[in-house]
């Protein structure tokens, strides 16, 4: 396997391995153009340039309002708990566009395989991470997830096996109340488990955004597993998320 390439991009830093240097020279061109098009910290963007009024939405590119429509139909999909939409109403599509970059990568990466999509690979982009085949032999990838109250503590570890490929982590610890909720604060951070990275990042900003409930309709199809930590310290888990996390007391509340 391939060494561990990082850079910086999207006000993050993404993380390779298992990719070449040809491979991983492709992946910063990815992860270049969706923050050239989506980035509102850079003023010559598209998205500036929507919300600064100067380019009208409709007449953006058509990558641009499919990216859009995605977002709008995962607003619906989650009940409003995720939204496109800052506060005072200009178009954000940060809760998506890291998750796309992420999700061509490991296009990218599969194509490097020989063609056959079978190598071993990982990307891990600012709590988002999606894998490919094993981290050596049989062992499968493992992601740590870290107490949003203790930063050097590891409370559990997430070993991701096909289907479920990827992890997504989304709260308020590293960068403060940075999303926006539709409810009074219920939890602090969550860690979605799912078989794609735009799934499990969409879900677990809704899940932070919204509440207890909004937490058990998200995952009332099974189609995903969530750590969810309460604002109260509780930590909430689906019933296949459970024995990913270990407390000091080594209780946890099921989410039903």
């Known amino acids: 396997m391939s060494g561990v390439t990082t850079f910086e991009t999207m006000g993050t830093v993404v993380s390779l391995r298992g990719a070449t240097p040809d491979a991983a ?16 910290y850079d003023p010559s963007s598209v998205l500036s340039r929507v919300a600064d009024g100067l ?19 995962w607003r619906e999909r989650t009940g409003g708990a995720f939204t496109p939409h800052r506060p005072d109403g200009v178009i954000d599509l940060s809760g998506v566009v890291k998750a796309l970059a992420i999700r061509d990568a490991g296009a990218v990466l599969d194509a490097a395989s020989d063609g056959d ?5 990982m990307v891990s982009a ?11 032999s049989d062992d499968p990838w493992s992601v740590g997830v870290v107490d949003p109250t203790h930063r050097d503590t590891v409370v559990g570890v997430v070993r991701l096996e096909a289907p479920r490929r990827a992890v997504a ?7 403060g109340e940075h999303i926006w909720r539709r409810a009074a604060p219920t939890f602090v951070q969550a860690t979605v488990i799912a078989d794609d990275i735009v799934t499990a990042d969409v879900l677990a900003t809704a899940v932070v955004a919204g509440d207890a409930e909004d937490l058990r309709r998200l995952t009332s199809d099974a ?3 969530v750590l969810a930590f309460g604002a109260d310290g509780t930590v909430w888990a689906t019933p296949g998320a459970r024995s990913a996390v270990r407390t000091e007391d ?4 099921a989410v039903t």
């Open 223 to 225: 189609g995903v597993d």
């Open 117 to 121: 999509g079978d190598g071993d690979w």
């Open 25 to 40: 020279s492709e992946v910063r061109a990815v992860f270049a153009g969706y923050d050239h098009r989506y980035s509102l």
């Open 169 to 175: 982590t989304s709260g308020t610890a590293e960068r």
């Open 55 to 73: 380019v009208q939405l409709a007449d953006t590119p058509s990558e641009v309002r499919d990216v859009y429509a995605l977002a709008l139909d």
């Open 126 to 136: 600012g709590g988002d991470v999606l894998v490919r085949g094993h981290h050596r």
């Open 250 to 253: 080594g209780a946890t509340s």
